[in-house]
């Protein structure tokens, strides 16, 4: 037993030496061989590389506080310590960590968290529609604008994988219809290639259905105008970003585009929407379009008739416009040239502005029955009052003579009915004088001269009139203005202003917007608020002179307007063109022709307009009066009128 604790002793012993040498120790055996190998060389201890003493010292910390065996009670007890301070630490910073994300970033996490667990739709909502002002419910109504979904097809040839450019263009050129070399050319690239726009929703398909690599379909919206050039200077077109640029489209953006809240669903687990939760109808909104008070009927039937008077006498351009009187709607408004609103990248930029609208010009004659209207009911003469034609005077130094002078000289003594058959200027002259200047001047601004006349389409001018004083002391300035020119007005107000005789006295504001409609009940969900009607004409006064107005047709200068069986009033012009920099361009006239159907109780309101016909011949008889007639016929037969019906 001794002998056993003695070598324990001394095991123990060696064991320590051995450590302190970083030896380990050795065996009876071992200690045999080494004392037979000599004495033992302890080797110098090795210079530590940088960074590898930290490393060694950590283990030796460590290792004497977990310990080698049972550990001892200051070892516990540094144990116990630093286990208490790192439970702390940990408990501290996890506090920290909780009000960071209570208090700082909970709104965030909360939007991550709905965003995992809701859906947002908002349902695609296409521009509203545009159709005229027949039935929609009943399929009778033409439609003028749609959007319709389309695509672009972009080429990524990175990604074409093992096909070839030339392979990739043999596929698509069926599909496109363009050439297989144009297409190889476009498709050689090293970066996105935007190979065609406006694919339709049908080939869009079929590129789908051949599979092939590095092809993407953005889609988009197109706005398609159905009746092209037909109602384009009414409806207008859009540009590539979808905002309105001319005609309503561009006036009336704002009811163009529809607005939709949109809808929040939740989402499962898996992060599907649950059909469940999607709201009753939110697919199937009451759609509403946009309707017009427009006739396409008459548009067409306007714009056949004037494209063949405008070729006829090769005028620079010319302008139809039929209203009804009682409303102020417009029925038809046509302007030649036109363009093209699907393609009107195309066209010339000037072509976008409705001129019916937009350019002022001097009436001329057609002016003669308002200014009648105006004598009558002041009371400056009576229905049966005559003056004396002379053909021709002098105001101031100003010769004013009617355009038959030199073939006919004086016309004599001639009643107001007279007047308006034979188109007299001084005539009117004469008549007009009877009147007080001021008051003159001042039913002509009631009658709506020097504002808008207010109509829903874009860029309409003020129509101009002479200053008061101007008016007032130079006296040919109210003698030019008796025979309508001196003045300035567009095609739409003057037809305006004829509205204001043909309803028997009251001032409607044109327009062409009816309202919102639902398209499958044709209910009107919102109508065109209109100013009510003021009147600024007696009855009696606008009765004669629309009863003149039918005798200029059945036996004056409207004659060539006349259709047999029914009564029709009318007013010939032919005027002088005035230049943009004052004074009138030499051999330059406008023609026109307003036209009453039927005669006595109108229901139609229609003026020609023709800007620089060429001829002899070239007068508003000849050039605008036949227009105005072939719209009536077809309003007779669409209407089915009988003859002497009116």
Not at 360 to 382: C, M, Q, R, V
Request: with cysteine; hydrophobic share 40%; proline share 7%.
């Amino acid at each position: 037993m001794l002998e056993g604790r003695s070598r324990g002793g001394l095991s123990r012993l060696a064991l320590k030496r051995a450590s302190r040498l970083r030896q380990p120790a050795l065996s009876p055996g071992q200690r045999s061989l080494s004392e037979n190998a000599g004495p033992v060389r302890i080797p110098r201890r090795r210079r530590a590389e940088p960074g590898q003493y930290l490393p060694e010292r950590l283990g030796l910390w460590l290792r004497w506080i977990l310990g080698n065996r049972i550990p001892t009670v200051r070892q516990l007890d540094f144990r116990t310590w630093m286990t208490g301070l790192v439970l702390v630490i940990a408990l501290f910073l996890t506090g920290v960590r909780l009000v960071y994300l209570q208090h700082q970033q909970a709104p965030m996490l909360q939007e991550r968290a709905q965003a995992q667990q809701r859906a947002q739709l908002r349902p695609f909502i296409p521009r509203r529609s545009i159709l005229d002002r027949h039935s929609i419910a009943k399929q009778q109504a033409e439609l003028l604008a749609v959007d319709r979904p389309v695509y672009t097809l972009w080429a990524h040839p990175r990604l074409f994988g093992k096909r070839t450019p030339q392979e990739i263009a043999a596929a698509l050129a069926p599909l496109l219809r363009r050439p297989v070399e144009q297409l190889t050319e476009q498709l050689t690239s090293n970066r996105a290639v935007r190979v065609e726009r406006w694919i339709s929703q049908e080939v869009a398909d079929q590129i789908q259905a051949l599979f092939l690599d590095g092809l993407e379909l953005v889609s988009e919206r197109q706005r398609i105008y159905p009746q092209k050039e037909m109602a384009a200077e009414v409806v207008g077109y859009v540009d590539l970003d979808h905002q309105g640029q001319a005609g309503l489209e561009y006036s009336q953006q704002g009811l163009m585009e529809r607005t939709v809240q949109p809808v929040t669903i939740p989402r499962d687990g898996y992060g599907q929407l649950l059909a469940a939760e999607v709201p009753e109808g939110l697919l199937q909104s009451r759609e509403t379009v946009l309707q017009l008070t427009l006739d396409m009927r008459l548009q067409r039937a306007a714009r056949a008739a004037l494209k063949t008077q405008l070729q006829r006498f090769q005028a620079l351009r010319g302008t139809v416009i039929i209203l009804q009187p009682q409303t102020g709607e417009i029925l038809a408004l046509v302007s030649e040239p036109t363009y093209d609103p699907n393609r009107y990248f195309e066209f010339d930029p000037g072509l976008f502005r409705n001129w019916a609208v937009t350019d002022l010009y001097e009436p001329g004659s057609t002016f003669k029955p308002i200014n009648i209207a105006i004598g009558l009911d002041a009371g400056a003469f009576s229905a049966d009052e005559r003056v004396y034609d002379e053909g021709r005077i002098l105001i101031g130094q100003w010769p004013i003579q009617n355009y038959d002078y030199n073939q006919r000289g004086a016309h004599g003594w001639m009643s107001v009915t007279d007047i308006l058959r034979q188109s007299s200027n001084v005539g009117m002259v004469h008549l007009m004088r009877k009147l007080d200047p001021r008051q003159y001047y001042n039913a002509l601004v009631r009658l709506g001269l020097n504002e808008r006349s207010g109509v829903d389409l874009p860029f309409e001018p003020a129509s101009r009139l002479k200053p008061l004083r101007q008016f007032l002391t130079v006296p040919v300035e109210r003698a030019t203005t008796a025979f309508g020119q001196g003045f300035a007005l567009t095609p739409l107000q003057l037809a305006s202003l004829h509205c204001i005789i043909a309803n028997g006295g009251l001032k409607v504001q044109p327009h062409v917007v009816r309202g919102l409609v639902e398209k499958d009940t044709d209910t009107l969900v919102w109508g065109s608020a209109q100013p009510q009607p003021v009147r600024v004409l007696s009855e009696q006064a606008t009765l004669s002179v629309r009863t003149q107005m039918r005798d200029v047709v059945d036996f004056g200068t409207g004659q060539s307007a006349k259709i047999e069986g029914y009564e029709i009033g009318g007013k010939t012009g032919t005027a002088q063109k005035a230049g943009p920099r004052g004074g009138y361009l030499p051999g330059k006239r406008i023609t026109s022709f307003v036209g009453y159907f039927p005669a006595i109780r109108p229901n139609y309101v229609i003026l020609a307009v023709i800007d620089e016909p060429r001829g002899e011949d070239a007068f508003g008889s000849t050039t605008a009066a036949p227009i105005v007639r072939s719209v009536i016929q077809e309003i007779i037969t669409l209407e089915g009128i009988r003859p002497n019906a009116t």
